[in-house]
C-alpha cells in the first residue's frame, strides 16, 4: 500500500529535521518497504497557534514522506512519531493499495504556487 507522510517538525535545527526522517524510513526499509521520495517544504506558519509536549509553536518545518508497506508499519512510525518532542504534528494518508491506482505516483511532492482565484481575477470595473 502507499502511503504519504505529512510531518511538522518543530523549527530550528535542520539535522533534527533529517534525523526524524531517516528514522522514519529505516523503519519502512526494515520490514521491507520502499521509500519512494522525501520532499523538503521548509518552514512556515502553522494554521493556528499549537501545543505540543508542554511548547507553543506557531511555525514548523515540514516534509513530506511517501512510501510503499503495509499497515503495521505504517502504525508502527505513527508510534513513534508520537512519542518524538520534536514533532508537532503529523498525518498518514493511504494513497491507494492497487497498483493501478498508485503506479504513477512520484516520490516528490509539488508546493502549489497558484494563487487563490479571487486573487488572480482583474479589478471590477464601475
Partial sequence: MLYELIAIVRPGSLNEVREIARNAGAQVIRSGGVVRGYTNWGVFRLPKVTTKH??????????????????????SIRRT???????????????????????????????????????????ASN
Avoid: C
Fill in 81 to 123: 512519531l508520537g512519542l518524538d518532542p520534536r514533532m508537532i504534528n503529523f498525518s498518514v494518508v493511504k494513497l491507494g493499495d492497487k497498483l493501478e491506482e498508485i503506479k504513477d505516483v512520484e516520490g516528490h511532492v509539488q508546493w502549489n504556487k497558484i494563487r487563490n482565484i479571487v486573487d488572480s481575477l482583474p479589478p
Fill in 54 to 75: 508542554q511548547a507553543r509553536y506557531s511555525e514548523g518545518h515540514h516534509f513530506i514522506m511517501r512510501f510503499d508497506s503495509s499497515g503495521p508499519v505504517q502504525t
